[in-house]
Nanobody, 125 residues
């Protein structure tokens, strides 16, 4: 059974940092990503890591602030978030796809079948 279990969310002041974790079990994936969804908004792409190559991709607004990484031994993906802003407040979701998605489709939530339960990140001003 495939499971994605997220952890690491919380409340932080603007300018602070958080690290999210997503532990995957049940199968291996070609693509693992983070998305986020703020109240009243659509789910938004944050970052992707291609599991085998380790190549990483980011939404423009996260470049330089967020870092996605993986630990092969733990089958876990991380999202290190620095210089957090109030507009980063959202529920953050881990998503996994079996194939290696293209640079276009990796940014589209409809290409992911497996999702975590979400973890709340709140950034206060």
């Amino acid at each position: 059974q495939v499971q994605l279990v997220e952890s690491g969310g919380g409340l932080v002041q603007a300018g602070g940092s958080l690290r999210l974790s997503c532990a995957a079990s049940g199968r291996t994936f070609g693509t693992m990503s983070w998305f986020r969804q703020a109240p009243g908004k659509e789910r938004e792409f944050v970052a992707t890591i291609r599991w085998s190559s380790g190549s990483t991709y980011y939404a423009d607004s996260m470049k330089g602030r967020f870092t996605i990484s993986r630990d092969n031994a733990k089958n876990t993906v991380y999202l290190q978030m620095n210089s957090l802003r109030p507009e980063d407040t959202a529920v953050y979701y881990c998503a996994a796809a079996t194939p290696v998605l293209s640079t276009v489709t990796m940014r589209m939530s409809t290409y992911y079948i497996n999702w975590g339960q979400g973890t709340q990140v709140t950034v206060s001003s």
